[in-house]
């Protein structure tokens, strides 16, 4: 792996907005539009959401969010990774830095909503150990959705 960097962002960040962008864009690719969750960088700008972004050379290559609204779990939100930069171990270095600020909480459960035709997320995520799950907080069961959440020890 390169000299990668993580730094905390706004979601409303002009690269990081087209990073979301981009997820938004390839997930209407692959689902009808009602099962796409779009969530616009504005809504995603919270005190309850950290939002950290992997940087090479200050080259913005992946972003991920996790959400600290609900007092029972965390979410991770927008999760991506630009094509070319898939490989290099950014989704780990984000996901495991997405961990760390929920044990810093001590928040024990994160969950997660992905598609099923996502697969390398789902391979991302159940390398890290999170274990298929049923739709929680306001989601819907659909045929789309996969559901993912993973305890952590503080």
């Known amino acids: 792996m390169t000299n990668i960097l ?10 990081i907005r087209s990073l979301i962008e981009a997820l938004d864009e390839y997930r209407k690719s692959l689902y009808p539009l009602q099962f796409t969750l779009l969530i616009s960088p504005e809504k995603l700008k919270s005190p309850h959401i950290v939002f ?3 940087y090479e050379d200050d080259q913005v290559l992946g972003c991920g ?8 779990y965390a979410e991770i939100r927008k999760m991506y990774v630009k094509p070319a930069a898939r490989g290099k171990g950014i989704g780990d270095l984000l996901l495991n830095a997405l961990e760390q600020q ?3 909480r001590q928040y024990c459960l994160i969950c ?21 799950s ?3 907080g306001s989601y819907q069961e659909n045929p789309y959705s996969r ?3 993973k305890s952590l020890e503080l």
């Not at 035709?117 to 274990?131: D, N, R, S, T, V």
């Open 147 to 149: 559901y993912y959440s």
């Open 52 to 54: 950290l972004a992997a």
């Open 6 to 15: 993580l730094r905390t962002v706004e979601p409303t960040e002009p690269a």
């Open 65 to 72: 969010g996790i959400d600290f609204t609900e007092p029972d």
């Open 112 to 132: 997660l909503e992905t598609g099923k035709f996502q697969e390398p997320a789902i391979g991302l995520y159940q390398k890290h150990g999170y274990q298929p």
């Open 102 to 104: 929920a044990r810093q």
């Open 134 to 136: 049923k739709a929680f």
